[in-house]
């Protein structure tokens, strides 16, 4: 696999009152700061609550699951929802933050009732 075919991808949508940060592609050392600065991009904007669509990853390294519990210190209990593909998933429950994050399996069940993301 080419260096550009695993490029993380990053875009922030709006539901009424939730950022939804859908990520694709890879998330490791080398990507995980432009994650981080996905969730500080979506933080800035205060919403009451953040989505962060993880279901189109393939891989999801120690240095993601530090970007999630940095984006968790900053938020309010249940407002951090996070989408998890197995893949992602995974190293989640490996590490026991499975007890500690709100994850499902697809956008619609993360996102507050009756919402549905903007795609801009």
């Given at each position: 696999?080419?260096a550009?075919?695993?490029?993380?991808?990053?875009?922030?949508?709006?539901?009424?009152?939730?950022?939804?940060?859908?990520?694709?592609?890879?998330?490791?050392?080398?990507?995980?700061?432009?994650?981080?600065?996905?969730?500080?991009?979506?933080?800035?904007?205060?919403?009451?609550?953040?989505?962060?669509?993880?279901?189109?990853?393939?891989?999801?390294?120690?240095?993601?699951?530090?970007?999630?519990?940095?984006?968790?210190?900053?938020?309010?209990?249940?407002?951090l929802?996070?989408?998890?593909?197995?893949?992602?998933?995974?190293?989640?429950?490996?590490?026991?933050?499975?007890?500690?994050?709100?994850?499902?399996?697809?956008?619609?069940?993360?996102?507050p009732?009756?919402?549905?993301?903007?795609?801009?």
């Open positions: 696999m080419s550009e075919s695993r490029a993380l991808q990053i875009r922030l949508d709006w539901a009424e009152s939730a950022a939804v940060l859908t990520v694709v592609g890879e998330v490791d050392a080398v990507s995980a700061p432009q994650l981080q600065s996905g969730v500080e991009d979506a933080l800035q904007r205060s919403p009451a609550v953040l989505v962060v669509d993880l279901s189109g990853v393939s891989f999801f390294g120690s240095a993601g699951l530090s970007v999630l519990l940095l984006a968790l210190d900053q938020l309010t209990k249940g407002s929802r996070v989408v998890a593909s197995p893949q992602v998933r995974r190293p989640i429950e490996v590490t026991g933050l499975d007890g500690m994050l709100a994850v499902f399996d697809t956008l619609p069940a993360a996102l009732s009756g919402e549905s993301p903007s795609l801009a």
